[in-house]
C-alpha cells in the first residue's frame, strides 16, 4: 500500500514487518507496490496473493463491514480478498433484510464465526481517533465516521 491512512499510517513498515515475521517460519515474501490507483485496480483486478488494505466503515451498520468487504457481490469492488463463500453469503443477506435488532445480530455473528473460520482476511490492526480539545469545549463527541459535527457544542 503506497498511501497512508488512519489504520495505516506505514504500510511500507507494516509490509517489512510481516515478511520478518513469515520469514521466520519458512515463507519467503517479495513486497511490491504501486501507485494508489494502480495498486487499488490491481487488487481489485486479484492480481495478488496477499495484500494490505483497510477500511473505515461510514454509518455504523454491521453490513457496511460484512456486506461491503467480503460478500459474493463485492468482489471486483470493496471485495480485496475474492472470497466468496454461499453460506455466510446468505447469512448476510438475511440479515440485511431483518428489522429485529437481536435477529440480526445473530445472523451477523453467525456471518462473522464463518468469516473466521475460512480465514480470506487477517486483521492486523483497529485504528484509535484521537481529537485533542480545549478543556473550555463542553459536549463535543468525537465521531465514529470521522467528522466533526458541533451540533450542540458550546464553549465554557
Request: hydrophobic share 35%; aromatic share 10%; proline share 6%.
Amino acid at each position: 500500500m503506497p498511501v497512508q491512512r488512519p489504520y495505516n499510517p506505514n504500510a511500507k513498515l507494516m509490509a517489512e514487518m510481516l515478511q520478518a515475521d513469515w520469514g521466520k517460519v519458512g515463507l519467503k515474501v517479495r513486497i511490491v507496490s504501486y501507485e494508489w490507483g494502480e495498486y487499488l485496480k490491481r487488487t481489485k483486478d486479484g492480481e495478488h496473493d496477499i495484500s494490505l488494505i483497510g477500511w473505515t466503515g461510514d454509518n455504523g451498520d454491521p453490513d457496511n463491514w460484512l456486506g461491503t468487504l467480503y460478500s459474493c457481490d463485492a468482489i471486483g469492488s470493496n471485495n480485496y480478498s475474492m472470497w466468496c463463500d454461499p453460506q455466510y453469503d446468505a447469512l448476510v443477506k438475511q440479515a440485511k433484510t431483518v428489522t429485529d435488532r437481536q435477529q440480526r445480530t445473530v445472523l451477523y455473528q453467525r456471518a462473522q464465526q464463518r468469516l473466521k473460520q475460512q480465514v480470506p482476511i487477517t486483521p492486523i490492526a483497529h485504528s484509535t481517533v484521537n481529537q485533542p480539545l480545549s478543556a473550555k469545549v463542553e459536549d463535543f463527541k468525537v465521531s465514529p465516521f470521522g467528522r466533526s459535527i458541533f451540533s450542540g457544542v458550546s464553549l465554557e
